[in-house]
């Protein structure tokens, strides 16, 4: 594992074998759990490249309802028209 263990941004990278029944689940767990103590330490998820694909289900725990509100207002005013890196967290 990598990151920026001072802020409790982390970079878990744990690997997992396809080919085993479960061995996903088993590994997307170990990183919900991972990510999840970060928060809980008052750490982050996010750090100087942003939000990925596997992290952004858990933004809305670390911002909160009223700041997610709050960044998409903004996403939504310099790209209304939903254009920009689509399917991306902003």
């Known amino acids: 594992m990598s990151g920026h263990g001072g802020d409790g941004n982390l970079h ?5 074998d396809p080919a085993i029944e479960g ?12 990510v999840g103590l970060a928060l809980d330490l008052g750490g ?20 909160g309802e009223a700041e997610m509100a ?12 939903g254009i920009m890196n689509p399917g991306r967290v902003y």
């Open 23 to 34: 061995s996903r689940e088993r590994a997307e767990n170990a990183f919900g759990q991972i």
């Open 70 to 81: 709050r960044q998409r207002a903004v996403k939504a005013l310099f790209d209304p028209l």
């Open 44 to 63: 982050t998820i996010a750090g100087e490249h942003g939000i990925g694909s596997l992290k952004k289900r858990y933004l809305p725990r670390e911002l």
């Open 12 to 16: 878990p990278a744990i690997f997992f």
